[in-house]
C-alpha cells in the first residue's frame, strides 16, 4: 500500500486552489443569502479554473436559483487540510461578516492519512465549537464524504482500502452531529452510477474527476445542486 500510494501520489498532477475565494451570484432578488465555505482541496476548487466553476460557485448558483436570492460566498479551504488543520486555522480566525448559512467539505485527506475516528470525532467537535462560538445562529452542513472508493487514479487495494476508511468516518461524523442543534450531515453515500441515472450521464467515472482524484467542473456542479437539494429539503433556510 505504501508503495502504491507512492507511486499514485507521483502520477497525480499538482493541480492548484482556486484564488478567487469571494464571489456573488447576481439574480436580482427580493433577499440576499450569504454562504461560507469551509474544507480541503473540493471546497478550494482544485480541478476548477476558479471557484465560480467549483463547489463554492455551483451550489451558490443552485441556491440563488432555488431561493430565488442574490447570494454571496467565501471560501476558506486548502488542499491537504484535515479536520484538525481546518479546526486550527479558524480557532484565531476573526470573521468580518454575518453568514446565513456554513457549509463544510471534508473526509479525504482524514482518510488518506487513516486519522482514528476518535481524533476524527474530536476534531469535528472542536471545529462546531468554534464555529458556533462565533456564529451561534448560522447552521452548519456537512457535505457527502468523497467517493473515494470510486477515484479511478487509485489502484484497487488502494481503492478499497480508502474506500473502506472513508465508510468508517463517514459513519462516524453522522454519529457525532446526530444530536447536536443547527448542525446537519448530508451523510448519503456519493454513488457515481446513482448520479449518471439520476442526471441522465454516461455512466463513465471519468467525466467526474479532473485527475483521477478531484471532481471535474461537472461533478462540482452536481455536487452543488445536490447539496441545495438536501438544504432545502430539511428547510434549513427558509
Known amino acids: 500500500m505504501y508503495l502504491q500510494g507512492k507511486e499514485t501520489r507521483n502520477r497525480i498532477p499538482d493541480l492548484p486552489d482556486a484564488t478567487d475565494v469571494h464571489g456573488s451570484i447576481t439574480k436580482d432578488g427580493k433577499c ?41 460566498y467565501e471560501v ?35 482518510s488518506f492519512q487513516f486519522t482514528s475516528p476518535s481524533k476524527w470525532q474530536s476534531s469535528i467537535i472542536n471545529l462546531i465549537d468554534t464555529i458556533q462560538s462565533k456564529y451561534p445562529k448560522s447552521p452548519i452542513v456537512f457535505c457527502n464524504m468523497p467517493p473515494t472508493y470510486d477515484f479511478i487514479a487509485f489502484p484497487p487495494v488502494l481503492q478499497k482500502r480508502i474506500g473502506g476508511m472513508t465508510e468508517i468516518l463517514r459513519l462516524a461524523l453522522a454519529q457525532t452531529v446526530m444530536d447536536l442543534k443547527n448542525v446537519y450531515f448530508n451523510d448519503e453515500r456519493i454513488s457515481l452510477l446513482a448520479w449518471s441515472e439520476r442526471h441522465d450521464l454516461e455512466p ?22 445536490e447539496m441545495v437539494e438536501f438544504i432545502t429539503r430539511l428547510k434549513i433556510i427558509i
Not at 63 to 70: A, W, Y
Request: net charge negative; aromatic share 12%.
Open 32 to 72: 440576499g443569502v450569504s454562504v461560507l465555505f469551509l474544507g480541503e482541496s473540493t471546497v478550494a476548487g482544485v480541478g476548477a479554473e476558479s471557484h465560480r466553476t467549483g463547489f463554492a460557485g455551483s451550489m451558490s448558483e443552485s441556491l440563488s436559483h432555488s431561493l430565488k436570492c442574490d447570494v454571496t
Open 76 to 110: 476558506i479551504a486548502k488542499s491537504g487540510w484535515t479536520a484538525k488543520d481546518l479546526y486550527k486555522r479558524l480557532n484565531d480566525w476573526k470573521p468580518y461578516s454575518q453568514y446565513d448559512l456554513i457549509v463544510i467539505g471534508l473526509g479525504g485527506n482524514d
Open 204 to 225: 463513465n467515472p471519468s467525466l467526474y474527476f479532473s485527475d483521477g482524484v478531484h471532481p471535474s467542473t461537472l461533478t462540482y456542479q452536481i455536487w452543488g445542486k
